[in-house]
């Protein structure tokens, strides 16, 4: 009977790992008239069978290859009957897992996080479903192979996050998911206008079947651009990150952690555009410049812009957008070399592993240093730095942890940001020694700006504010471990992580051919 | 799972990092631990500042650097200027980008 199950679950991972959160969100309420206790399960529960099915639809990528899974389709594998792929077609390769499982990860720490966190607020229903539905939302969003379900799973995500940034429901936060709403609307809009683009010239929604017949016409160009921009905007890069400041700075600071998440879905359909659907486009490299370009602007903008901020919050988003810059680097220099085979084996893919590589560090410290900032505003309730001191006297766990997440972001040795940033910056130097040189800059400014963190928040005596209470409850610092072990961890064995999901990850994005050859 | 993961220019090895860091650690201590045990509460506590009394309480987060930002005063003034918070400029970043992209690849002879 298990048996019977597990292969079922297993034949159907991809459809599942949609379903299971977006079911699951909207029983979340009927369970929350329940109790508490039982709303709380239910999550739980309900994201361990994700991870669960994550994990299942993981080790079978790593194993047979993509999966592919047609909705509706009596055979789930048949994609193109008559040649054509009209359904909806859920397609996971090695980077869409890689995705997933990060997703999954995150939300299940980010609930766990959230029951102390957010204690007795009212409105738990709603934000606990809305965090089930961002889950299904991003998992959606890299699991799927269709333009126009990419459309539907990013406005998914961006009305979730949009409720969940305006969780407190006071002035800021409002405002902030107000323009994250409009700005999302905007850039959903420019995808939608693009897939109408190529609908109308191919018939075609399906990313795989649209690379295989792609023309690279004027019209198609224009919609790469379109698709370029919308998601360049959804991942924060410079200069279209404005909206990350006010919308990491004032949700929940769970919801920014998970935030973080959810703009590396936007990092991935960037990715997945530009190598898997235009990857054949002549000029592609024109491209990777511009991801270059958007990569060093958003790192040395975000940093600059961090090392003002009074508001920890804020800061740490700035830090988002400037760290988000190194992924951008890494990838954006395989792109700019795809064409060139030579360039491409001997620094090409390194960089790229460097950058996919930082995807999930960075997923790690930065959630791991949103945790903390959201264990200092529990003691304190205050985000600003100017009224915090001494916190290391009463919260040494938190001091701990932050720490850690400090310098694996700034990438000093032991930690995991280090592997991901040592692999960038050497890859990077062979394409351009000056862009290496700012990448390194930049983690040097990142260092002194968590230093001054470090410094006002956890040192000097203690004030009122920080005095009262002690180390925040057993749930929250029990996760932010977590992250802090595994930061370690992957630090001192990053060939760990590299092998068997970054590598992988980084050949199925370069294999255009594969991922269309899965649908046609 | 050895640790090792090789780039362009060779290799990295977080495990030598930390023997060698334990190691060092180690030599650290022992050295320490052959200073003077003659040390006195008090007098000898108190930091050396320029023959000043070293100033107490605590430096607030907007105090620090501040010598980074006088420096750098004309680059903050245009990048606060940049940083209006309307959501009117958010979206005419989007279109400069898109102008920019698009302009981009005319001049790569690819439009």
């Known amino acids: ?520 | 799972m050895t640790g090792m993961i090789f780039t362009p220019a060779g290799y990295w090895n977080p495990i030598v990092w930390v023997a060698v860091v334990i190691i060092a650690s180690v030599i650290v201590f022992m050295l320490r631990s052959t200073g003077r045990k003659t040390f006195k509460n008090g007098a000898q506590q108190i930091p050396f500042y320029s023959g000043n009394e070293a100033p107490r309480g605590h430096i607030k987060a907007s105090n620090m650097y501040w010598g980074f930002f006088e420096s750098l005063e004309k680059y903050y003034i245009w990048l606060r200027k940049m940083h209006t918070g309307i959501i009117n400029d958010y979206v005419y970043f989007l279109v400069i980008v898109i102008v920019i992209l698009m302009a981009a690849l005319a001049l790569g002879g690819l439009l």
């Open chain 1, 1 to 520: 009977m298990i048996d019977a199950w597990l292969e079922f679950c297993s034949q159907n991972a991809p459809a599942l790992v949609i379903a299971i959160p977006l079911i699951a969100a909207f029983a979340t309420p009927l369970f929350s008239r329940i109790s508490e206790k039982v709303r709380n399960i239910w999550v739980v529960l309900s994201l361990l069978a994700t991870f669960r099915v994550t994990a299942t639809l993981l080790h079978n990528v790593l194993d047979n290859g993509q999966v592919v899974y047609t909705l509706g389709a009596s055979v789930p594998s048949l994609t193109a009957p008559d040649g054509f792929p009209f359904r909806i077609i859920l397609q996971a390769d090695a980077m869409s897992a890689f995705m997933a499982i990060i997703s999954v990860s995150m939300a299940l720490i980010v609930c766990i996080y959230s029951f102390r966190f957010m204690g007795k607020k009212s409105g738990l229903d709603k934000y606990f479903a809305l965090l089930l539905v961002m889950t299904a939302g991003m998992i959606g969003l890299v699991t799927t192979g269709d333009l126009f379900s990419m459309f539907v799973f990013l406005e998914l995500l961006s009305v979730a996050s949009a409720a969940m940034i305006a969780y407190y429901s006071k002035g800021e936060s409002a405002e902030a998911a107000f323009k994250y709403m409009v700005v999302s609307s905007i850039g959903a809009l420019m995808i939608l206008f693009a897939a109408g683009m190529l609908y109308g010239q191919y018939n075609l929604l399906n990313i795989a079947g649209l690379a295989g017949v792609i023309e690279f016409t004027l019209i198609d160009k224009m919609a790469l651009v379109l698709l370029f921009s919308a998601f360049a905007l959804k991942c924060g890069a410079v200069p279209l990150h404005m909206w990350v400041s006010d919308a990491y700075g004032e949700a929940p600071a769970p919801v920014s952690a998970f935030l973080v998440v959810a703009s590396q879905a936007g990092l991935y359909a960037l990715f997945r555009i530009s190598f898997t659907l235009f990857g054949g486009l002549p000029g592609i490299a024109t491209m990777g410049w511009a991801m270059i370009i958007f990569g060093l602007l958003s790192m040395f903008v975000g940093v600059t812009m961090a090392i003002p901020q009074k508001d920890i919050k804020r800061l740490m988003a700035y830090h988002a957008v400037s760290q988000t810059g190194y992924m951008l680097l890494g990838v954006g220099v395989g792109l700019a070399v795809i064409n060139d085979m030579g360039s491409l084996a001997l620094f090409g893919k390194s960089a790229m592993e460097g950058g996919i590589f930082h995807v999930i560090n960075h997923a790690m410290y930065k959630g791991l240093l949103f945790l903390t900032a959201g264990a200092i505003i529990y003691r304190t309730g205050t985000k600003n730095l100017n009224e915090m001191s001494g916190l290391a006297h009463t919260m040494p766990l938190t001091t701990i942890f932050f720490i850690v997440g400090a310098l694996s972001i700034a990438g000093l040795p032991p930690f995991n940001g280090f592997a991901s940033k040592l692999m960038i910056y050497e890859s990077v130097f062979l394409f351009n020694p000056l862009f290496a040189v700012i990448a390194m800059v930049v983690s040097i400014l990142t260092l002194a700006s968590f230093v001054k963190v470090f410094h006002s928040a956890f040192m000097g005596p203690k004030v009122s504010k920080s005095a009262k209470g002690g180390e925040v409850p057993l749930s929250m610092w029990f996760v932010m471990g977590i992250l802090a072990v595994l930061i370690i961890f992957f630090g001192i064995f990053p060939d760990v992580m590299l092998d068997n999901l970054v590598t992988p990850a980084v050949d199925a994005l370069l294999n255009q051919a594969g991922y269309i050859g899965g649908v046609i």
